[in-house]
Nanobody, 121 residues
Framework: QVQLVESGGGLVQAGGSLRLSCAASGSIFSINNMGWYRQVPGKQRELVAVITSGGSTNYADSVKGRFTISRDNAKNTVYLQMNSLKPEDTAVYYC???????????????WGQGTQVTVSS
């Protein structure tokens, strides 16, 4: 079994900062890409940022210059530092990771349970 557990969401005023964490655990052999997505009610889940195992990153245009994705491979953890938050950043944030499990060398995508981020104006 593999689990992704997120933490760090909450309520913040516009202009403030939050740091999300997502730790993967279980019978993990290796982790490729790790990413953050977000979703608001009635809309599709959208990519926020992704980071490869080598550290290359990609961001949605709406968060470039404000959000930073990073990872600690020793801890199987991905982070999302969110600065200069805006009300339109309000959403449920989900982490995901492409993981191959011990003994099952096929990459599968796993998702966390989601954490609410609310930015007040």
């Amino acid at each position: 079994q593999v689990q992704l557990v997120e933490s760090g969401g909450g309520l913040v005023q516009a202009g403030g900062s939050l740091r999300l964490s997502c730790a993967a655990s279980g019978s993990i052999f290796s982790i490729n890409n790790m990413g953050w997505y977000r979703q608001v009610p009635g809309k599709q889940r959208e990519l926020v940022a992704v980071i490869t195992s080598g550290g290359s990153t990609n961001y949605a245009d709406s968060v470039k210059g404000r959000f930073t994705i990073s990872r600690d491979n020793a801890k199987n953890t991905v982070y999302l530092q969110m600065n200069s938050l805006k009300p339109e950043d309000t959403a449920v944030y989900y982490c995901n990771a492409d993981i191959s499990r011990i003994g099952i060398l096929i990459l599968l995508t796993y998702w966390g349970q989601g954490t609410q981020v609310t930015v007040s104006s």
